[in-house]
């Protein structure tokens, strides 16, 4: 799906927690998970929640995942 837009700082890292999320529970489609995830760095970037960290910062970053892990009860 390409939107014309940037990617997301910190999609690869998104994405590769929906891949882990999908291993690891049977009920979880990777497909959906990585939409569902790629969606949550979108909202969570147009939120500007992520603004002043960088890849320097995995509290940071951990916490916005955990965050969105919460929200999409994964």
């Known amino acids: ?4 837009r940037a990617a997301p700082p910190f999609l690869d890292r998104f994405l590769a927690a ?3 999320a999908a291993r690891s529970r049977p ?3 990777q497909g959906t998970a990585r939409e569902v995830f790629r969606e949550a ?3 969570i970037d147009d939120g500007l929640v992520l603004d002043g ?3 320097h910062d ?3 970053v951990a916490a916005a995942y955990e965050g969105a892990a ?3 009860q994964l």
């Open 1 to 4: 799906m390409a939107t014309g």
């Open 18 to 20: 929906a891949d882990a």
């Open 27 to 29: 009920d979880v489609d």
């Open 41 to 43: 760095a979108t909202l």
């Open 53 to 55: 960290l960088d890849g």
């Open 58 to 60: 995995p509290d940071g």
């Open 70 to 72: 919460a929200v999409l």
